[in-house]
């Protein structure tokens, strides 16, 4: 797979309320087989549902490797406490980011009650990663909305900002990235290579970022999309490396 780095813009850590787990252990196990170097953790939601928690824990299960480990903090927005939580987890915490899920904490992407947490995202410098291609709650067209509010931060759209890359669905993913500077894709679960490549054809390659989504997907299979996408040298190191790098404000 070559020698040039890479770096993973989603991975989760943790025991998730779903069954579903994985420990730092076995993710830069997989990552030195990869020849990964780096990762944005985020963490799964506990079976208790506090995140406050499941962000101390990503916090103490990455910080003896935050030469490979950052940390993404994720918070539902229903709580009233949920600034709070963000504000922790980014000054206190050391945390790099904000993930949002609406699927699992059941709401929509568009909603103003998210308004306070970009504000926060604003001021601190971080990017928004937000889960995005489930119906109703995050569709491209309903994050685009959100970053349309904030454009001096940056957004992300998980799996390409739709599942199947097919149909209206993908017309309304390239229509949300082309009406919005600030909004970015992962590649995670996009089986259309042409998609990828057709993304950074119009918009440039500092618009999608790779991003496994480990372990709901394999990441030796994710990463295949950015080594074997056609596009030239100078686009597959921002996709694989760059982009999160100067999403997250990091130096050499």
């Not at 971080?126 to 509010?149: C, K, M, N, T």
Request: glycine share 8%; net charge negative; proline share 5%.
């Amino acid at each position: 797979m070559g020698c040039a780095m890479i770096f993973d813009f989603r991975v989760f850590l943790g025991r998730s309320f779903d069954g579903i787990q994985h420990s730092v252990t076995d993710l830069l196990k997989t990552m030195d087989a990869l020849n990964v170097n780096m990762a944005l953790a985020c963490p799964l939601k506990p079976l208790s549902y506090n995140l406050e928690s499941a962000n101390a824990d990503l916090v103490a299960s990455i910080k003896h490797h935050s030469d490979r480990l950052l940390g993404a903090a994720r918070v539902d927005p229903w709580q009233p406490n949920a600034a709070d939580t963000l504000r922790r987890g980014l000054e206190m915490r050391g945390l790099r980011a904000l993930y949002l899920n609406p699927w699992e904490e059941s709401f929509r992407a568009d909603m103003p009650l998210l308004d306070p947490l970009l504000e926060i995202a604003e001021s601190q410098n971080v990017p928004v990663l937000i889960a995005s291609g489930y119906p109703w709650l995050s569709e491209a067209l309903q994050v685009r909305d959100l970053a349309q509010r904030w454009p001096q931060v940056p957004v992300v759209m998980t799996n390409g900002g739709q599942f199947n890359i097919s149909g209206l669905g993908q017309a309304d993913a390239t229509l949300a990235l082309g009406q919005t500077a600030n909004l970015y894709i992962d590649t995670a679960g996009v089986y259309r290579q042409d998609f990828i490549e057709e993304t950074v054809e119009a918009f440039g390659a500092e618009r999608v970022l790779f991003g496994s989504g480990s372990p709901y997907f394999d990441q030796r299979y994710e990463i295949k999309r950015i080594l074997q996408a056609n596009v030239n040298e100078a686009a597959r190191e921002a996709m694989q490396l760059g982009n999160a790098r100067s999403l997250l404000g990091l130096t050499d």
